[in-house]
């Protein structure tokens, strides 16, 4: 019985729907609404401030000046950006001491293994981080400003990406 009632009231709105008259045409000079709209809307935005409108498409721009402060260009930004995101998932404090046959660790946002560069090895007994004076021991890489000034050093070392590929 109730649905009865509900669909007889649902055509009974939209007898009156059909039978409603068309709203008389408004002059060219006005929609009606123009008029209200500075009331409702926000100011204009400016052009100079369409920039910060835009959608960065880095998955971690929080260290994009960092990424640049340590000596990457703006062409290796998104591969440092993507490395980043990869290894990490934009967080610092990662350690990685699971997946590594060899039972070495990973550290912070790039994910520079300790066994390889800032372990004491015999051609760098200190660890060739620290020789390069960029850290004390590998746990300074959870600071990401000192991770990614590592991972410079690796990539210059490197001549490129490779030790993240």
């Known amino acids: 019985m109730a649905s009865l009632v509900a669909v007889i009231f649902g055509m009974s709105v939209l007898v009156d729907m059909a039978i409603a008259s068309a709203p008389a045409v408004l002059p060219l000079e006005t929609d009606g609404a123009a008029t209200h709209l500075p009331n409702v809307l926000p100011p204009r935005v400016v052009e100079r401030d369409s920039v910060q409108l835009k959608r960065s498409r880095l998955k971690c721009p929080q260290y994009k000046t960092t990424i640049l402060s340590v000596g990457f260009t703006r062409a290796e930004l998104p591969i440092m950006d993507a490395i980043i995101y990869r290894e990490s998932r934009c967080l610092s404090y990662v350690v990685n001491r699971t997946l590594n046959k060899d039972k070495s ?54 001549k490129g990406f490779g030790p993240w590929t």
């Open 105 to 158: 660790h990973d550290y912070g946002l790039t994910q520079i293994n300790g066994r390889s560069w800032c372990e004491p090895t015999r051609y760098y007994p200190k660890g060739y981080l620290q020789t390069l004076g960029i850290l004390n021991e590998c746990d300074d890489l959870l600071n990401p400003v000192i991770n990614l000034e590592a991972a410079f050093a690796l990539f210059t070392y490197s």
